[in-house]
C-alpha cells in the first residue's frame, strides 16, 4: 500500500486539516467533524446536510458552499458517521427553515441518519429525508439499491432550490424526483485500498475488471476482461438505460465519474464513448459532467449516472454554486 | 464464583470480556467483512468497545445504578462512537436490553432482556432471520437461552447454550444469500461466506458467558 | 497495463472528443487538434495561447475560456504538437490584440513554440512568449528547469490581466514575473504508464519513491524509502523555499496539485502538511489550489508549486474564470 | 551500380531506406529514451517518416526538381508531423542541408549540405558537441565525409565514412551526461546509456550509406 498520509488512523482529520486551509470559506469543526459554510446564508433557508463514510471525496466535504451544502459530517473511511455528528451538522446548518438530510442508501447511513433525525426532532428542528438510491448494479437485495453519483445532481439541484427560498418539503420532493429520474453504473479496473486494512477491497488480475461495483470496495455483478473504451461504455450505458428510457421531455445530465485514481484523459475518453452510445439509443445529453466527484479511495475505473432531468432540474442545476469541488459562476 | 443473577458486577464483566475479544478478534472480524463487505467490522466494534470502556472507566458518581443502567450506558456509547451499520444496531440493542433488564435478572429476565435488544435490531434494520445478519446469531441466542430458563438452568450454564446457539447461527449464514445489509450487493456471491455481524454477536455472547462462569 | 482507452494511438483524438461532448463552451478543430473559445472574446483582447505534449490534463485543454486561456494545442502524448498546430492554435485565438505564447519550459515546446511563432509573425500575427520554468529539481541542465505547475499560475493571472485589456507587453510582463515568482517541485510514489509503450516510466519497489521527478516519467534527483506525508512536504516545502523564500510583502500562492492517480483525500492529507511545513517556515499562503491540475497521465504522488505573488497577482488569480478544470465566480 | 553523385533517385532511395530503417529500430530507439527521456523518440520518428513516405509517394507534378527540393520536402514534412524535440531539430536539418545541396552533388558538396544542416541542429538547439545530444552523432559524421572528400572517395565510400564516425559518435554518447534536451534533468543519472537522438541520427546516415552503395 502507497499513499500519501501519515497514518491509517488519521487520514480523516488530517484531511478536514487540508481542507480547512485550503477553504477558508468553510467552517471546520475538527472536534465533531462538521463542515459548513463559514458565512451563514443571510436569512433562513431550507439547510442541506449530507454525509456519509469518508473515502468520497470531493462527496461530500467538497460540495459545502452556496448553492450546494450546508453542512457534511463526514464518518471514518467507508463508515457512515454516528448520529450525534449528523446532528452537530444539522445543528450547524439550520437556519430556521428546516433541515434537509441527503442520505446515499446504504443501511449504515440510513440508520444513522434515522436515529440522528430523531435527535434533531426533539431538539425542534423540522428535518426531512431525501434517500438517494441509484446505483442500478444491485437487484434483488431488501436494503434497496445503493446510492452513488445522483448524490451530486441532488446537492446541485436541491441546493440551488433551497437558495431560492423554497421550503423543506419542496425541497425534499425534488430531490425524491431527482433521485427517481437517476440510475448509475460503475465499473473498476482495481479496487481501493483501504489503509486501516492495507489491501485491496478484491484482487482483480491484470486484464479483469469488475463490472456493477460499489464505492466502499463491494464487489460487482461479475468480473469480466478488460476491454476498450468504447465496449465498456456500451455495457454501462446499456444498464443505466434499462428500464429507464428518458422520455421526450427530458434533458438528460450525464455524469462521468471517476473512481479515484482515474486521470482525466481517461475519464474524457469515456465521456467520448458514453456520448457516442448514448446517441446509438437516441439520447443526447443537456449537460455533462466531467470528474472525480464520487471516488472510492484510490480505486481505478469510472461511474456514469445519468439523470432524466427536466426543465426546473436542468435550470436549478445551471445555476450557481461556490463549492471546493464545484463552482458554477 | 459463579454468578447467579445478572447484577452489575457482572454486567461490567461481561462488557470488560467483550471488549477484550473484540480486540483479539479485530482482525478476523474485519477479513469476514472484506470478503462480503467493506473490511471494517472489526475495526469499527474495536472502536465502539475502546469507547465503551472509557465510559466504564468513568462511571457515574456512585458507580452504575444497576445492571440495566451499565448497559444503555453500553448501547448509548456504541451508537455515538461507531457509525456504519453495526454502530446504531447494536447501539439500539443494548439500550433496548438495558432498558428491559431488571436489578438482578435472573436467565428468564435475561432471556426477555435479550429479545428485547434483538426486536430493537430487528425494528431498526428491519431484517428477517434468514437474511444473513446479525439477527441470524442473536434470534436463535434468544431461544436457547429462554428454553434453558424454562429448565432451571443456572445463569452460566443458560448463557453458555446462548453462545453455543448464536455461534450455531452464525456458522450457519454461510450458505445464506446475504438479504441485508452491505453484502446483499452481491447476490448470490455473498453466499459461502460467514457474515461478521453474526459473527460478532456470537462472540458477545460468548463473552456473556465466560463472565458469568467466572 | 489497464487504462480506460480503446488503443494507443486513439486517446488524444478520442480524449478531444468527449471534451467537445462535455463542453460546448469550446471549440475543438478535431483535425488540427485546436481546441479554442465557442465564443470570441466581445472585442480585440490578448490571445493566450498555451499547449504541449498530451498526458498532463486537464492542462492545458481543460483552461481554454473566458479569464484563463484563448486556444489551446494538445500534442502526442508527453509530445509537444509541432510549429503548424499551434499556429492554427494561434489563429484560432487572434482578436487582433497579438497573441502570446505560454510554454512551459522543455526543449520540444520550446523549438516547436519558436517555430510557429516566426510562421506566425509571417502571417502578420504578433507573438510574445512567456517560457515557465519552474521545477527546481532540476540544476545544472543547459536546457534550464522544467515547466510545470506554475503554468497554472501563468494561464490563470496572464488569463485575467488578459480580460481587463492590457496589452500585449504588459501581459508578457506579468508572466515573466510570475515565472519568477514560482518554485514547484514533485514527489512521485509511482510512474505513469504511456500506453505507446506499456509500460510505466520507471519502476518502483513498494516502499520507494521518486523524489525530484518530472510530469513526463522523468526520474527524479534521487530515490528514497516512502515516508508519512508530514515529512515528505517537508521535503518538498523546503525544496521549493531553498534559494526563493517569499518577501514580507508577498502573498504566497500555495498549488497542492495531483499527478494523476492521487485521490483527493490524500491531497488534502498533503496540503495540511505543507501548510504546517510552511508556518514552520513563517509562510503563510494567501491562497491555496488543491486538486490534479498538471497531471503525468496514471502517476501517483504530487506537486507542490509556491508562486510569491505580489498584490496584483493576488487579484488576478482571483478574478473571474470559465473553463472546464477552473471556474472563478 | 553506385551513385557518383547525390542525384534525385538517390535521395528517394535515401530516404526509403531511412523509413524502414525507423521502422524497424523503432522499439530500440523508444527503449533508449525510455531510459534518459520520456520514452517516445522511437514512435516521435515513425510517425515522422510514415509521413514523409506519404509525401514521397504523392510527389509535385513531374517529381521532385532536385534532390534538394525533395529533402526540403522531407524536413517541413518531419517538422510538421512529429512534434517533441526531434521534429524540428531533424526538420530543419532536413531544410538546411536540401537548401545547400546543389542538383548533382559529389562528396565534398554532400559534406557542405551535411554541415549546413549540423549547423541548423546548432542554431536551433544550442547543444554543443559533447552535450550528449544527436550533435554528436552529426559533427564527426560532417569531419568525415569532409576528410573522405578530400581524399577523392566515391559517394559510397565517403557516406560510408560518414555513418560509421556516426556510428562511433553514439556510441560514444554512452559515458556521457547530458546537458540538453529531456536527459539533462537527470544529471549524473544520465551517464551510462547511449542517445537516442544520436542513434537514430547514425541510423540516418547509415541509410545514406546503404543507399549510395546499391
Ligand atoms: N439491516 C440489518 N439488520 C441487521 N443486521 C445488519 C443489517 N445490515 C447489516 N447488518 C449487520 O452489520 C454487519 C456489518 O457491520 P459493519 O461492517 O460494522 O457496518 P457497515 O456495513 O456499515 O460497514 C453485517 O455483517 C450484518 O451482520
Ligand atoms: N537542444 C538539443 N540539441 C540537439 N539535440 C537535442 C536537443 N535536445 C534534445 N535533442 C535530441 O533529441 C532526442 C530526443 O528526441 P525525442 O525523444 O523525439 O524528443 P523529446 O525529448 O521531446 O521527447 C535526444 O536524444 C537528443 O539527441
Ligand atoms: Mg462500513
Ligand atoms: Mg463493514
Ligand atoms: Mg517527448
Ligand atoms: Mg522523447
Known sequence: MKKLINSPGSVVDDALVGLAAAHPALAVDFERRVV????????????????????????????????????????????????????????????????????????????????????????????????????????????????????????????????????????????????????????????????????????????????????????????????PANELAATVVDAVLEGNRPGPGDRPIVLVNGLGATPLIELYVVCAAVTARLAEHGVTPARTLVGSYVTSLDAAGFSLTLTAADRLMLELWDAPADTPALVRA | MTHRTLDTALAEAWIRTAAAAVEDAERHLTALDTAIGDGDHGSNLRRGFTAVLAALD?????????????????????????????????????????????????????????????????????????????????????????????????????????????????RDTTPLQARRGRASYLGPRSTGHQDPGATSAALLLRALADAAAR
Chains 1, 3 share one sequence.
Open chain 1, 36 to 227: 459548513s459554510r463559514a458565512v451563514c446564508p443571510a436569512g433562513p433557508k431550507v439547510a442541506l446536510v449530507s454525509g456519509g463514510g469518508s473515502g468520497h471525496e470531493p462527496l461530500h466535504i467538497g460540495f459545502v458552499g452556496p448553492g450546494m451544502l450546508d453542512a457534511a459530517c463526514p464518518g471514518e473511511l467507508f463508515t457512515s458517521p454516528p448520529p450525534d455528528r449528523i446532528l452537530a451538522a444539522a445543528q450547524a446548518a439550520d437556519s430556521g427553515a428546516g433541515v434537509l438530510f441527503v442520505v446515499k442508501n446504504y443501511t449504515g447511513d440510513v440508520l444513522n441518519f434515522r436515529l440522528a433525525a430523531e435527535l434533531a426532532a426533539e431538539q425542534g428542528h423540522r428535518v426531512a429525508t431525501v434517500l438517494v438510491d441509484d446505483d442500478v448494479a444491485v437487484r434483488d437485495s431488501a436494503a434497496g439499491r445503493r446510492g452513488t453519483g445522483a448524490t451530486v445532481v441532488v446537492h446541485k439541484t436541491c441546493g440551488a432550490l433551497a437558495e431560492r427560498g423554497a421550503a423543506l418539503e419542496e425541497v425534499r420532493e425534488l430531490g425524491e424526483r431527482v433521485v427517481a429520474a437517476s440510475r448509475s453504473f460503475a465499473v473498476a479496473l482495481a479496487a481501493g485500498t483501504n489503509p486501516e486494512t492495507g489491501r485491496p477491497g478484491f484482487d482483480l488480475a491484470e486484464d479483469e475488471i469488475e463490472v456493477g461495483v460499489g464505492i466502499h470496495g463491494e464487489p460487482g455483478r461479475r468480473r469480466e476482461r478488460l476491454r
Open chain 2, 58 to 170: 468513568a462511571p457515574p458518581e456512585g458507580g452504575f445504578e444497576s445492571p440495566g443502567a451499565l448497559l444503555r450506558t453500553v448501547g448509548s456509547t456504541l451508537t455515538a462512537k461507531v457509525g456504519g451499520a453495526s454502530g446504531p444496531l447494536y447501539g439500539q440493542a443494548f439500550r433496548a436490553a438495558g432498558a428491559e433488564l431488571p436489578p438482578d435478572a435472573d436467565p428468564a429476565a435475561c432471556a426477555d432482556a435479550l429479545a428485547a435488544g434483538l426486536a430493537a435490531v430487528r425494528a431498526l434494520g428491519g431484517a428477517e432471520p434468514g437474511d444473513k445478519t446479525l439477527v441470524d446469531a442473536l434470534a436463535p441466542a434468544v431461544d436457547a437461552l429462554r428454553a434453558a430458563a424454562e429448565t432451571g438452568a443456572t445463569l452460566a450454564r443458560a448463557t453458555a447454550a446462548a453462545a453455543d446457539a448464536a455461534e450455531r447461527g452464525a
